[in-house]
């Protein structure tokens, strides 16, 4: 108790006496310092770990509508306090998660103007930093509009960043690149960097509520980010109500990509769950009426091919229910889809059933083989008509035991004027995860806003499209991703939190539509992208008469979607990556290994085994001829007896990737 009086004293002494007012905070560690001052009446925040500095001295601050907010401040306060808890997730990467933190509140305030006051918080986990902005109730600072964030990341040493642009690429759905920071467009978070002393960054946020998305921009021959908020399409950028805080502004500090992925700096700084009864929110793989549309063998509208058939689904169901699956997806059911649904998305109804659908029907028989219907909303971007609709569509669900939906917003803007990631989409984004809360209705969202782990408060927001995932190994002009792709964004993309990514393509010769176009990945990396890339609910991609007669989708089949322990015991971001994942129901653990086009060989030690027990692992890796361009499909399956002194010897062809299954004997 003494100690933190001291906190509370001490900074105030210092702030009567110092030109440059500053005062510190140390992770629970004492590795990571975080320091806050003034110079000549702008706030800033710098940044070191283990006495070597990572953020130089950035700014904070404002524009509003009537002018700046952070000019001519004095510090008026400072608080510290410390907390630490360990929660548990309905879902996860792991069960138990973490929050240990130190924080810093410092509290400012106009010397002149208006006099407006506000707190900027600070909390530094021993993995990185998060901080966000709090305005209090205030006859000066009421109803206002926030025009610019002035919000700093000052990079104390050069480094190269894997990014997509923010306006030049629609849904997130791009392919990485890296380049110099001070190269950069503006462009989304998370932003990866890899810092020339080795280190890493990811520079993203936490908790978007009622505000819009942050982008970054390098400010002009120097290695300084500038946070970026999505417009409104009059310009504004967010309008706010006092009391309100911002979303936290989060930094990731590791010396290995993989302890990125280990970090949760993200979900601690959301809320903690509100749904108090979680037993309806089921994690769990599914199959779906969808590669088809795409490769041209079903067709979304009604006709002579349509997908969404009684008779079609129920074939699905039926492999369903024999193979463990605990859904299936039906997209094409409802009207809507027969116009030009990208422009015309006001046309779509969520509870009418085309005349060749049984919605009630199918609903019971997927019952009777114990599976769920999973239903799909695409709303072709016309979030009104959607939100007309939400209590009755979801009314339908529940009543039909469809506890799923995918949810979809495919139009380069929502109703037609503004970007899915600005305020407007992020309040009816969360809009819909609350409605389908209140009817017991899980959320996969496709086109939506980058997640920040909102998961935490709202779990059954199970998963997020918001990547250039599988369908493009369908439709891409350019063939397909690069073999690369998928080892890039575990370190990008998926640190914002789980993706619908859809692996599992078993057949690369059967796209009518487009035939230059399949996965670029041996079957084994279909495999091994299974627990690679994480998703609590997560689609086999492929018609289900691919899978039929092939020994290997065993391993799909076998495979949870939610976990227990999650460890990274190799990673190079862009070459190739290692994941290990224990089961949260059994003892048994599963691994994803990648590469890239360059084919690897690893030695994977299997000490985080239970010393003294006996496992046998099942090995799906790729065949001694298999390449992802000339060869993609042979995959060898082998099975030894191992223990946790064990190694095991993988070989991964260009492309290409190996899937484990180790079970306890």
């Known amino acids: ?131 966000r902005y709090h305005f209090p109730e205030q006859p000066n600072l009421n109803e206002f509009v926030v025009m610019d964030e002035w919000t700093e990341f000052a990079l104390s040493k050069g480094g190269e960043a894997w990014s997509i642009p923010a306006y030049h690429t629609e849904y997130y759905e791009g392919l990485y690149e890296k380049a110099p920071v001070s190269a950069l467009d503006t462009v989304c978070t998370p932003l990866t960097i890899e810092i020339n002393d080795g280190s890493f960054l990811t520079i993203h946020e936490a908790n978007l509520t009622d505000y819009a998305a942050m982008n970054l921009t390098p400010q002009a021959g120097t290695e300084k980010l500038k946070a970026d908020l999505t417009p409104w399409s009059t310009g504004e950028k967010a309008f706010v109500k006092a009391p309100f805080s911002t979303p936290w502004r989060t930094v990731i500090i590791a010396d290995t990509p993989g302890d990125l992925i280990l970090s949760r700096i993200m979900l601690n700084l959301n809320e903690p769950n509100k749904i108090e009864d979680t037993s309806w929110i089921e994690p769990g793989r599914y199959v779906g009426i ?58 779509f109804s969520f509870t009418k059933p085309y005349p060749d659908y049984d919605l009630s029907g199918l609903a019971q028989y997927a019952a009777s083989k114990g599976v769920r219907l999973i239903g799909h909303h695409e709303t072709g971007g016309a979030t009104k008509n959607y939100e007309a609709q939400l209590d009755s569509a979801f009314a339908l669900c529940r009543e039909l035991g469809i506890n799923a939906v995918k949810t979809g917003y495919v139009s380069p803007r929502l109703d037609g004027k503004e970007y899915h990631s600005s305020q407007y989409g992020v309040r009816h984004y969360r809009k819909v995860i609350e409605t389908a809360a209140r009817y017991h209705v899980m959320i996969d969202n496709h086109e939506p806003v980058m997640p920040t782990g909102l998961q935490r408060t709202y779990p059954n927001l199970m998963t997020q499209e918001g990547v250039r995932g599988q369908e493009y190994d369908a439709f891409a002009a350019d063939g397909g991703s690069p073999p690369e792709h998928t080892t890039i964004v575990p370190f990008t993309r998926g640190l914002a939190g789980p993706m619908d990514f859809t692996p599992g393509t078993f057949n690369y010769d059967d796209n009518v539509l487009h035939p230059n176009t399949r996965p670029r990945t041996t079957r084994a990396k279909q495999l091994a992208l299974s627990v690679v890339l994480f998703s609590p609910l997560q689609m086999a991609s492929d018609m289900v008469e691919n899978y039929e007669g092939a020994p290997e989708f065993e391993f799909i089949t076998s495979c949870p979607t939610s976990w227990a322990k999650t460890l990274v015991p190799e990673a190079k971001i ?59 499909y042979p995959v060898t399956i082998e099975e030894m007896e191992v223990t946790s002194e064990s190694t095991i010897v993988l070989k991964r062809a260009a492309g290409g990737g190996a899937a484990i299954r180790i079970e306890r004997r």
């Open 1 to 131: 108790m003494k100690q933190i009086l001291l906190l509370l004293i001490m900074p105030c002494i210092l702030f009567s006496c110092s030109q440059e007012n500053k005062t510190t905070v140390t992770s629970p560690d004492s590795t990571i310092a975080l320091s806050v001052g003034t110079d000549n009446g702008r706030l800033y925040y710098q940044v070191s770990r283990a006495g070597n500095p990572v953020l130089n001295k950035s700014f904070l601050g404002f524009t509003l509508a009537d002018g700046a907010l952070g000019e001519d401040l004095e510090v008026t306060q400072v608080a510290h306090a410390s907390f630490s808890e360990q929660w548990n997730q309905v879902w996860g990467e792991e069960i138990t998660v973490d929050n240990t933190y130190n924080e810093m509140t410092v509290t400012v305030k106009e010397k002149t103007n208006k006099q407006r006051t506000f707190d900027v918080i600070f909390r530094v986990f021993n993995d990185g930093i998060g901080f």
């Open 290 to 347: 969808w590669w088809g549309m795409h490769t041209g063998a079903y067709t979304w509208h009604q006709g002579p091919n349509h997908g969404a058939t009684t008779e079609n689904t129920k074939r699905y169901i039926d492999f369903a229910g024999r193979h463990g699956f605990s859904g299936v997806l039906v997209e094409g059911w409802n009207y809507g889809w027969d116009s030009d649904w990208t422009k015309e998305g006001d046309k």
């Open 574 to 632: 862009g070459e190739y990556v290692t994941i290990v994942r224990k089961d949260r129901n059994s003892d048994d653990w599963f691994i994803g290994s990648i590469t890239n086009a360059h084919p690897r060989e690893l030695n994977l030690e299997l000490s985080f085994l239970e010393p003294g027990a006996t496992y046998q692992a099942k090995i799906f890796r790729d065949g001694d001829e298999a390449d992802y361009q000339s060869n993609p």
